[in-house]
T-cell receptor, first 116, second 114 residues
């Protein structure tokens, strides 16, 4: 079936460096993507989202890039901090739009480890 | 303001028992979702409510799983005749409406079936 997956299960970066977490998706019908951060023992926390009519979206220290040609999504974290250590999931919503069902399909996640 | 809350935070039960997991969504959110997360995996969709009705229950694994949201707010996920394979973290999320509205997750209930 359709799936969302990640290239790297674990990413280790030094504090202050930039982090890039990648995600491949296979459902060409998906037009809304979300990145979540999950710390141990907690539920996923929304970071940033992007619609398929955009290539790039920026938030506070985070940027999401979408390449629809190769079905690739990435999350960039600038000046990575120890508090950024967590598991990051990309998710796709295959049925966006008000009033429609909107179940998210998640990948398996990438663990980001920030070293001092 | 208060986020999504789930009770209990942990539940240990024996194989064959019945369990209920509760979710209190963010006040005013009309859409409510249940997901299941196994160790080392991403959350998997179970069921979605818009108001009181289950708009999509395609993720429920079998008829031992059932969820209700009688007043359009609190939801209860019910699992009958629990099996060891049901052990997982059960996550609840809510959004203002459906579609592309952000889904906010609760902390989850860790269910362990012995």
């Amino acid at each position: 079936g359709e799936s969302v997956g990640l290239h790297l299960p674990t990413l280790s970066v030094q504090e202050g460096d930039n982090s890039i977490i990648n995600c491949a998706y296979s459902n060409s019908a998906s037009d809304y993507f979300i990145w979540y951060k999950q710390e141990s023992g907690k539920g996923p926390q929304f970071i940033i989202d992007i619609r398929s009519n955009m290539d790039k979206r920026q938030g506070q220290r985070v940027t999401v890039l979408l390449n629809k040609t190769v079905k690739h999504l990435s999350l960039q974290i600038a000046a990575t901090q120890p508090g950024d250590s967590a598991v990051y999931f990309c998710a796709e919503n295959t049925a966006p739009g008000a009033g429609t069902a909107s179940k998210l399909t998640f990948g398996t996640g990438t663990r980001l480890q920030v070293t001092l | 303001g208060a986020g999504v809350s789930q009770t209990p935070s942990n539940k240990v039960t024996e194989k064959g028992k019945y369990v209920e997991l509760r979710c209190d969504p963010i006040s005013g959110h009309t859409a409510l979702y249940w997901y299941r997360q196994s160790l080392g995996q991403g959350p998997e969709f179970l069921i979605y409510f818009q108001g009181t009705g289950a708009a999509d229950d395609s993720g429920l694994p079998n008829d031992r799983f059932f969820a209700v949201r009688p007043e359009g707010s609190v939801s209860t996920l019910k699992i009958q005749r629990t099996e060891r394979g049901d052990s997982a973290v059960y996550l609840c999320a809510s959004s203002l409406y459906s579609g592309t509205d952000t889904q906010y997750f609760g902390p989850g209930t860790r269910l362990t079936v012995l």
